[in-house]
């Protein structure tokens, strides 16, 4: 009953540093999303992957890379994290993509990330 | 450029209180409309709203679509404190998310 997984829970970078953020899902869902919450600013679409080997930009993917390892994995990277990326981040996943039937999203529990 | 407005952002009410939230929308080949609840950690699915007119419910909340007006409601009765959240609205087409309404049920 894992559901998405995310690691780090907590990760405090330097500027200029890089990181990964690693995200799996058990629940053998075709799309993957990355979101980023800035406090008053909702949730903001990073990147998502509809399916294993396909990636695309959302809303605000600069600064951001993407890797859909497998069905089950998506990672976020930072190649060199800057202060305006301090966020919590959320990974999700979804059986499908939007217009389709099943495609409410699951969350990962989220990812709090501060850059100094 | 897909938009989706919610309204109030915050709000301050009473245990046993009766809120309206708001989520306005404009997006190209709109298919549907859901609803989260965040509390501290992730958010979690309520309501997904397709059809224009149809309440969806689930104890003390419901929600509509007006798909002619381009908003929905999120309604909550009888408040409770456990009410207490971020409660955001998401269209699909990459599913654009709202600023969310921070609701804050006081005893």
């Known amino acids: 009953n894992a559901g998405v997984t995310q690691t780090p829970k907590f990760q405090v970078l330097k500027t200029g540093q890089s990181m990964t953020l690693q995200c799996a899902q058990d629940m053998n869902h075709n799309s993957m999303y990355w979101y980023r919450q800035d406090p008053g600013m909702g949730l903001r679409l990073i990147y998502y992957s509809a399916s294993e080997g396909t990636t695309d930009k959302g809303e605000v993917p600069n600064g951001y890379n993407v890797s859909r390892l497998n069905k089950r994995e998506f990672s976020l990277r930072l190649e060199s994290a800057a202060p305006s990326q301090t966020s919590v981040y959320f990974c999700a996943s979804s059986e499908a993509l939007p217009g389709s039937g099943a495609n409410v999203l699951t969350f990962g529990a989220g990812s709090r990330l501060t850059v100094l | 450029e897909d938009k989706v407005v919610q309204s109030p952002l915050s709000l301050v009410v009473h245990e046993g209180d009766t809120v309206t939230l708001n989520c306005s929308y404009e997006?190209?080949?709109?298919?549907?409309l859901l609803w989260y609840k965040q509390e501290k950690k992730a958010p979690t699915f309520l309501f997904m709203l397709t059809s224009s007119g149809i309440e969806k419910k689930s104890g003390r909340l419901s929600s509509i679509l007006d798909k002619k007006e381009l908003f929905s409601i999120l309604n909550i009765t009888a408040t409770q404190t456990g009410d207490s959240a971020i409660y955001l609205c998401?269209?699909?087409?990459?599913?654009?998310f709202g600023k969310g309404t921070k609701l804050t049920v006081n005893p």
């Open positions: 997006v190209t080949n709109f298919r549907s």
């Open positions: 998401a269209s699909h087409k990459k599913l654009v």
